[in-house]
């Protein structure tokens, strides 16, 4: 669904840079800003949903009115709102990548909502993975890193419950960090009513 909502500058102060990523739940661009003469970096993941005309056709005709369709939409912004605020609780641990600041914004129309999130600019594990052989000392250390992420997790009584390479990142001095926390699961949830946990192929 075409974003709404995304207007220059994001946050106060940040530009685009770039697009890095997208997938089936949003995209992902390079964002900048400028003080004293110095230049800084950082992610942006934009989300909008629900994600396209038929979604919303479907919760339609299950919950037969528009308010009650825009009350559907509403509760999962809330539920984004929750993830978001745990994101911010695990923000400081080493192997779990930085959550710096959000803003959930509901459309003219009170159905559609985008969500955009500012996080630490780091390499995805796949882009890592594909550019460097990684050697038995590297598979130990991610091991070790994302054990750390899922120790800190337990101690909170948090089950990430996506642990997969899509949502491991690396930074510049070779550390893992462990991402996307519950982000495409709620948004799975916006899909027609159909409920998924996890990505199959990873377990739950």
Same mark, same amino acid.
């Given at each position: 669904? *075409?974003?709404? #909502? !995304? /207007? &220059?500058?994001?946050?106060?102060?940040?530009?685009? *840079?770039?697009?890095?990523?997208?997938?089936?739940?949003? /995209?992902?661009?390079?964002?900048?800003?400028?003080?004293?003469?110095?230049?800084?970096?950082? $992610?942006?993941?934009?989300i909008?949903?629900?994600?396209?005309?038929?979604?919303?056709?479907?919760?339609?005709?299950?919950?037969?009115?528009?308010q009650?369709?825009?009350?559907?939409?509403?509760?999962? $912004?809330?539920?984004?709102? =929750?993830?978001? %605020?745990?994101m911010?609780?695990? =923000?400081?641990?080493?192997?779990?990548?930085?959550?710096?600041?959000? =803003?959930?914004?509901?459309? *003219?129309?009170?159905? #559609?909502?985008?969500?955009?999130?500012?996080?630490?600019?780091? /390499?995805?594990?796949?882009?890592?993975?594909?550019?460097? &052989?990684?050697?038995?000392?590297?598979?130990? =250390?991610?091991? !070790?890193?994302?054990?750390? $992420?899922? %120790?800190?997790?337990?101690?909170?009584?948090?089950i990430?419950?996506?642990?997969?390479?899509?949502?491991?990142?690396?930074?510049? %001095?070779?550390?893992?960090?462990?991402?996307?926390?519950? !982000?495409a699961?709620?948004?799975e949830?916006?899909?027609?009513?159909?409920?998924?946990?996890? /990505?199959? !192929?990873y377990?739950?």
């Amino acid at each position: 669904m *075409e974003e709404k #909502n !995304i /207007t &220059e500058p994001y946050f106060g102060d940040w530009f685009i *840079e770039e697009k890095i990523g997208s997938g089936a739940f949003g /995209t992902v661009y390079k964002i900048k800003r400028e003080d004293f003469g110095k230049i800084y970096y950082s $992610a942006l993941k934009v989300i909008n949903f629900p994600q396209n005309e038929s979604d919303i056709k479907q919760v339609k005709s299950e919950l037969g009115d528009d308010q009650s369709v825009r009350d559907y939409y509403s509760n999962f $912004a809330k539920d984004f709102s =929750k993830e978001i %605020e745990l994101m911010s609780e695990l =923000k400081g641990n080493s192997n779990i990548v930085s959550f710096e600041d959000h =803003k959930i914004v509901q459309n *003219e129309d009170g159905i #559609n909502w985008t969500i955009m999130i500012r996080m630490k600019l780091l /390499t995805p594990f796949v882009d890592y993975q594909s550019k460097n &052989e990684l050697s038995i000392d590297d598979i130990v =250390k991610i091991g !070790i890193d994302i054990c750390s $992420a899922l %120790e800190i997790c337990e101690n909170r009584n948090i089950i990430h419950r996506d642990i997969k390479p899509d949502n491991i990142f690396v930074t510049k %001095e070779g550390n893992f960090k462990l991402g996307d926390f519950g !982000i495409a699961r709620e948004l799975e949830k916006t899909m027609g009513g159909l409920f998924k946990k996890g /990505t199959y !192929i990873y377990g739950t």
